[in-house]
């Protein structure tokens, strides 16, 4: 069955980077675009970045635009989100999850990144 | 961007009631919309996409409508286990979620 394993998550200073990392398993990976979206505590779920299938195209929100880069390496099957530049507002479970023509229909279960002094 | 507002942020209903959520797009997303279902600690399910199709393995209690900028989530009759946070999300540019509508059993 289809499983998304996030990892790479942690405490990192402002201003620091970090590297966010998804294994996926249980479906042809190179075939579907992948999200990460995450989730401040007591908030709701934000988007926050997109890339296709092959890689040639990536889209981000606004809030990250400029900090953030998405990219996949489809022989290993992972899906990456590099941050930099990270602010105290970017502390959040960040979750990565499958595009379907429907919309992201399966979800990892979250990797808690903390942007502390 | 688009912005998605839900109504209402949370509600209180008791097991078997008919329990509905609302959803506006700030601008028409024909019916590029989508309700997710989240529990803490768990992994967000994808309940219903295109409006109103319901994903497989999904309760038939669960039944979405609308078009434009108007959408509405139901539960026919609620049970314990649907008590979540329950998101609506536009796929028509980009992508964007509602702020959530937190449901509780009395």
Redesign the interface.
């Known amino acids: 069955q289809v499983q998304?394993v996030e990892s790479g998550g942690g405490v990192v200073q402002p201003g620091g980077s970090l590297r966010l990392s998804c294994a996926a398993y249980g479906f042809t990976f190179r075939s579907y675009g992948m999200?990460w979206?995450r989730q401040a505590s007591g908030k709701?779920?934000?988007?926050v970045a997109?890339v296709r299938y092959d890689g040639s195209e990536e889209?981000y929100?606004?809030s990250v635009k400029g900090r953030f880069t998405i990219s996949r390496d489809n022989s290993k099957n992972t899906v990456f989100l590099q941050m930099n530049s990270l602010r105290l507002e970017d502390t959040a479970v960040y979750?990565c999850?499958k595009e379907?023509?429907?919309?992201?229909?399966?979800?990892?279960?979250?990797t808690l990144v903390t942007v502390s002094s | 961007?688009i912005e998605m507002t839900q109504s209402p942020s949370s509600l209180s209903a008791s097991v078997g009631d008919r329990v509905t959520i609302t959803c506006r797009a700030s601008q028409s997303i024909s019916t590029y919309l989508?309700w997710?279902q989240?529990k803490p600690?768990?992994?967000?399910?994808?309940l219903i996409?295109?409006t109103s199709?319901l994903?497989s393995g999904v309760s038939s209690r669960f039944s979405g409508s609308g078009t434009g900028t108007d959408f509405t989530l139901t539960i026919s009759s609620l049970q314990p286990e649907d008590s979540a946070?329950y998101?609506c999300?536009q796929?028509y540019s980009?992508?964007?979620?509602?702020?959530?509508t937190k449901v509780e059993i009395k």
């Open positions: 998304l999200h979206v709701g779920l934000e988007w997109f889209q929100s606004n979750f999850a379907s023509v429907a919309g992201p229909d399966y979800w990892g279960q979250g | 961007d989508n997710y989240h600690g768990k992994a967000p399910k994808l996409y295109a199709t994903q946070t998101y999300q796929s980009s992508w964007t979620f509602g702020q959530g």
